[in-house]
Each structure stands twice: as C-alpha cells, then as structure tokens.
C-alpha cells in the first residue's frame, strides 16, 4: 500500500514487488536505547546480518515527518545523533507526522508501518508487555495490542525481563496470538534463556514456522504470532540473579515514584 506519508527505500519497494524476503527493523534502539556511536554500529551490523542471509532489511523511522521504510547510512547517523526524537507509537503518529519532526518507532510503531508496506517479518530484542503490578496501574504495553491486530511475525527474544511474564502470557492468548518457542518449550526473556512460563508450540525449523504462517493467514484469521528465539548460550544471563535485580529495581521505582513510560528505561538502566 502506497501512502501520501510513507517513502519507501527503492531497494526494498524493489525486493517487495518480487516477493523477496524483507525483514522489518525497529528504530527506537538507535535513538533511544544505546548511545552514540554504539547504536550506528549496532543497526548497521544487523543490517548487515540480515543482508548476509539473503534478505533485505527495511529500518523503520520518522524524519521530518514522513515514515521511511528502509534507511540510508546518513539517515541513520542522523536518528543517532539526533536530540528531538518521539518514541512513535500508534497514538503518536498522527502529531509527529503533522508536526514534521522526527521518531522512532517502537514495537508497536514498526509492526503498524510493516503491515502498512506489505512486510510480513519483524526481527527485535525484546517485545513490551503487561508490567508488574499492571493489575493496579493498568500498564500494558502497546506491543501487545498492535501485534495481535496486524499479519506480522514478530521474532524476538520473548519478552523483557522487567516484566510480569505469566499476564503477557495471559494477554496474549485472550488477544488470540500464538507464541512460538524456536527450539524451545521455555519462553525466554529477553537477557536470559529461562522464565519458568511455557510457550504455546515449539517449531524447530524456519520451514516450520513459515508453513504456520502461511496457514494461518490462508485461514483469514487476522493477526500476528510471536517466535521467540532465545538468547545464544554464550550470552544468557543467570536468571535469578537478574531476578533478584529486577525486583529490587521495581521496588526502587516505586519508591522514586516513577511512573508510565518513564518505568522501562529506569529499569534497564
């Protein structure tokens, strides 16, 4: 679908048009979660993986308020370095488009502009969820919503650590999305490969997963799925030592009274 505020990379618009693979990126990980010049090297270096593996990669951002689907090296220096930068959501398209600044879209954002450019894959870290203590606060993450509504696969490392992992999972079979455990029965989250939460399926070939897909789709049932891939061994985290951190970390926050959106940066930091 062609939009008046969408601009479209010529090569991934080409790779679209011939059914090749595209794989959709989030952008807020640049401008907001790792610091210059580490965020330039690490959206480069992904797109560069996704390019070795025959597809191509579609960045997803704001700038001077039209959405592009695919970023050049100089857009991307820019989101780096940029000071001005929405985290861009589904609610905050509309005023950061209208305003012409610049944003980055988060899970929701990206999932929202893939569906709109026909991208059926989404690669990110970690998705958002139902916070702890939501029951109180009603803080659910957007994530969740947008997945369960657009035709897009959302590959991640389950879901962030920081949160209540049992009510995301909760949520999401209430919403109808299925989550996939890629060579794992575990969902994991995020930093470590255990959660002690269960996935719906296991699938242990990208064939496999590509059949549900196209399944599902073909079925007319609308919505996305989630396929967590967790963390390389080399790389988990003990989970109860993170455990441990996180709830001191909640326990902080609430002291602190940090609130809404403010919470998730705290508590990774």
Not at 82 to 96: I, L, M, S
Not at 118 to 132: D, N
Not at 146 to 160: F, R
Request: hydrophobic share 40%; proline share 4%.
């Amino acid at each position: 679908m062609m939009n008046q505020y969408i601009d479209i990379h010529p090569e991934v618009e080409k790779a679209l048009k011939e059914n090749r693979p595209v794989v959709a990126l989030e952008s807020t990980i640049i401008s907001h979660g790792m610091p210059y010049p580490q965020n330039v090297e690490m959206a480069v270096n992904v797109e560069n993986l996704i390019k070795e593996e025959g597809a191509v990669p579609a960045t997803i951002a704001i700038l001077g308020g039209r959405i592009k689907v695919g970023l050049t090296h100089y857009e991307i220096e820019h989101l780096a370095k940029a000071k001005d930068v929405y985290k861009v959501g589904k609610r905050d398209f509309a005023y950061v488009i209208s305003q012409k600044r610049n944003g980055a879209t988060t899970v929701s954002g990206t999932a929202l502009v893939a569906e709109m450019a026909g991208i059926k894959i989404f690669a990110t870290g970690g998705i958002g969820g139902v916070h702890r203590g939501a029951e109180n606060t009603f803080d659910i993450s957007r994530d969740l919503e947008e997945v369960s509504q657009v035709n897009v696969a959302v590959i991640c490392a389950g879901a962030k650590s920081i949160l209540d992992l049992g009510l995301t999972l909760e949520y999401l079979e209430t919403k109808g999305v299925e989550v996939i455990g890629y060579q794992t029965q575990e969902l994991p989250a995020f930093y470590t490969r255990e959660s002690g939460f269960q996935v719906n399926y296991q699938l242990n070939t990208p064939q496999e997963i590509a059949q549900l897909l196209h399944a599902k789709w073909s079925l007319g049932l609308t919505g996305g799925i989630i396929v967590a891939n967790p963390i390389p061994k080399p790389y988990s985290m003990d989970s109860t030592q993170i455990n441990l951190a996180i709830e001191q970390a909640v326990e902080e926050a609430k002291l602190k009274g940090i609130k809404g959106n403010e919470v998730t940066p705290y508590l990774l930091s």
